[in-house]
């Protein structure tokens, strides 16, 4: 599902030089895997999550997902790309306030071209366990049933690869646990990939795989 060669990405620092904030030499994903992403801050997980969702193009190196070449699509195709393979989940959730939490979930099927789908946004936001709340806007929800809309939207799509920056950042541990089983068992129905961004370790013990990130690169 993954595959990255030589992947390097660095950014200008306010002294005028530049920072190499990724480095990775090679990093393989098969399908199906959860995967972990843990460091420090500052480390690279957000960058490397953009990386691989084609938000962030690195200067060199080789970006394949789901078997397609992320370096050979102009930004329109890779904007295609994102919306019917990837879903993301950011750390702020970024819900859209003046729509319900059902509405927000249909707009994540309606971004990326598709019809908006009232059944698939129904299934979802029950298994995140809030269809008694579909009509609620994100300000009557708390920051846990939040994440669980933020969750419900990026599967929306039913995307192939599933990134997420911290989702449970904001949550108690039992919250968290909580959004993560919903996470894993729809993943496992429906065959997606995870990759996740955690400061938790407790948390990351429950991938199939946790990747150490500190400065850009890898840690063994
Ligand atoms: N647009 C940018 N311009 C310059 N530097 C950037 C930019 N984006 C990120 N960086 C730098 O890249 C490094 C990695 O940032 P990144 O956001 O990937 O870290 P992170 O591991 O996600 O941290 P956190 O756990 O705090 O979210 C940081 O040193 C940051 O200053
Ligand atoms: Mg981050």
Redesign the pocket.
């Known amino acids: 599902m993954i595959h990255l060669e030589n992947v390097r990405?660095s950014?200008?620092?306010p002294g005028g030089k530049r920072?190499v904030?990724?480095d990775l030499p090679k990093w393989d994903v098969s399908a199906g895997r959860r995967i972990a992403l843990r460091?420090?801050?500052?480390?690279?997980?957000?960058?490397?999550?953009?990386v691989l969702a084609g938000l962030l193009v690195p200067e060199s190196g080789l970006v394949q997902v789901a078997g397609v070449k992320l370096s050979a699509l102009s930004e329109v195709e890779r904007d295609r790309f994102r919306a019917q393979n990837v879903g993301f989940v950011f750390?702020a959730f970024h819900l859209l306030d003046c729509y319900t939490a059902l509405e927000n979930i249909e707009l994540g099927a309606a971004f990326s071209g598709e019809l908006p789908d009232r059944e698939r946004a129904e299934f979802l936001l029950k298994s995140v366990g809030l269809i008694d709340h579909a009509k609620f806007f994100p300000r009557q929800l708390s920051t846990g049933q939040q994440a669980r809309v933020a969750l419900a939207r990026a599967l929306a799509t039913r995307p192939k690869l599933l990134l997420a920056?911290?989702p449970t950042g904001s949550l108690d541990i039992d919250s968290g646990k909580r959004v993560l089983d919903i996470l894993f068992q729809t993943a496992e129905q429906e065959n997606i990939t995870i990759v996740c961004?955690t400061?938790d370790l407790a948390l990351a013990t429950h991938f199939d795989a946790s990747v150490s990130?500190s400065a850009?690169r890898f840690q063994p």
């Not at 460091?39 to 953009?50: D, E, F, H, M």
């Open positions: 990405v950014f200008p620092n920072s904030v990724l460091g420090p801050s500052g480390s690279g997980k957000s960058t490397l999550l953009n750390q920056d911290e961004a400061h990130v850009g």
